[in-house]
């Protein structure tokens, strides 16, 4: 397993407090964190990796929670960070709880982000067939795929999410995630490991956005089983990206929680 890219931002307070580590969710990247992470200096070193198959990170031919966790552990290892706050959204908080419920001695506290540990019924295949649409060796700017990518995707806010991930490399525009990795594993992302005989003891926090699915009242009860102490917050006005949609409640709430 090769070692995850990352970025890295230096706390500018004078008393530092434990590392907190940011793990993005599927089809994002480290820079998609940047504005919340530099906000987050006045306390704390802050690391963003790019998970496998996404940002700059390496690409491999799989991708479940198992490889995620264990580039995880790799991370902090390397890093030498005995103990971290985390925070980790979606695709990136199941990848963490994997590791939470395997590594607990690993982590001080532990917010995952509009993801419970169940098996979804969602469906990417709108989002994948558009992507698989954007003649990369045709198109001329990032412009001209954002409107290929508008005839199948409704929501501008997921098109220019996704159109965040494309780069121009050699003349010739390139996805920075592994599009046929995330194809050929879309049924085991979607999915959760079995963790039945397993328990995280610790307090932690799921942050969910009010107008999301992700995270409904009939998953409070497997939270609860991994997690017996987990306590459930709901952010008003804010769907499944809750750090975009409702930046200063999602700030102001992580910091309570760190504080």
């Not at 931002?9 to 504005?35: C, D, E, M, T």
């Not at 540990?117 to 198109?139: E, G, M």
Request: proline content about 3%; glycine content about 4%; hydrophobic content about 40%.
């Amino acid at each position: 397993m090769k070692s995850l890219a990352y970025n890295f931002y230096s706390s500018q307070g004078a008393l530092k407090q434990i590392p907190l580590v940011i793990l993005h969710g599927l089809f994002g990247q480290a820079k998609n964190w940047h504005r919340i992470a530099k906000l987050m200096t006045d306390k704390y070193d802050i690391y963003v990796p790019d998970l496998p198959n996404h940002g700059k990170s390496y690409h491999c031919e799989d991708l479940n929670y198992e490889l995620l966790s264990h580039s995880i552990l790799k991370f902090l290892d390397e890093h030498h960070l005995k103990k971290v706050n985390l925070v980790a959204h979606s695709m990136g908080g199941k990848a963490t709880m994997l590791f939470a419920l395997n590594y607990p001695q690993y982590i001080n506290k532990l917010i995952v982000v509009d993801i419970a540990p169940i098996s979804y019924q969602h469906d990417f295949s709108n989002i994948l067939n558009a992507l698989d649409s954007v003649p990369l060796d045709l198109i001329k700017s990032r412009g001209q795929a954002e409107q290929i990518l508008a005839e199948s995707i409704s929501d501008q806010r997921i098109s220019q999410f996704l159109i965040s991930n494309l780069e121009k490399k050699d003349k010739l525009f390139q996805w920075q995630f592994n599009l046929a990795a995330i194809k050929k594993n879309i049924a085991s992302i979607i999915a959760f490991p079995e963790v039945s005989a397993m328990q995280y003891e610790q307090l932690c926090w799921f942050l969910a956005g009010n107008d999301s699915d992700y995270i409904q009242k009939s998953d409070t009860l497997v939270i609860k089983k991994l997690f017996p102490k987990a306590k459930i917050i709901r952010l008003k006005n804010a769907g499944h990206w809750l750090h975009v949609e409702q930046p200063d409640a999602f700030m102001q709430t992580i910091r309570t929680i760190l504080n």
